[in-house]
């Protein structure tokens, strides 16, 4: 026969097993959630990683078309300036008449410019504000510009280019 208190003792060994017990199928049952957990974000980063990569592959894609589309509208922005020419260091007025002041500029050169030769001209204004606004002027056809850039070359005095 057993005494009481070994009976107490039994009971309270009896209780904390079951307590031992209780905890380790709780750790037990977090362990395997934490696992799955686990699994879950690895399956997640392997996505994250592919797509990534395809980013990385659509970026090297759209930066090199950037790059030959910049190249491009720098070819057709230098082409479209083919015609033009730009003076330089002419007074500027306010009731000043360009086409006057380029027939001047074609008769001193010795290059007559008409209406027909010129597209448009205007005043472009210079980095330097204190300096005379600069004209720009379209010629109809490269082969007029020509003409006046040559006739310009035996007289340097004026600046155009």
Known sequence: MEGPEIADLKREFRKGIRKLKNSLEFFSKQYEDLKDECVEV???????????????????RVKKSVHENSQTIVAQDQYSRIKNIELKGIPHSKEENLFNILYKVGNVIGEPIT???????????????STEPNIAVAFN????RDAVLEKHA??????IS
Do not use: F, G, M, Y
């Open 42 to 60: 690895k399956k997640e980063n392997a996505a994250l990683k592919a797509n990534q990569e395809k980013l990385t592959q659509e970026l090297e």
């Open 141 to 144: 056809s490269r082969t007029k």
């Open 115 to 129: 209406d027909e030769d010129i597209d448009i001209c205007h005043r472009v204004p210079t980095r330097n504000a």
């Open 154 to 159: 035996k007289n340097v005095s004026w600046r």
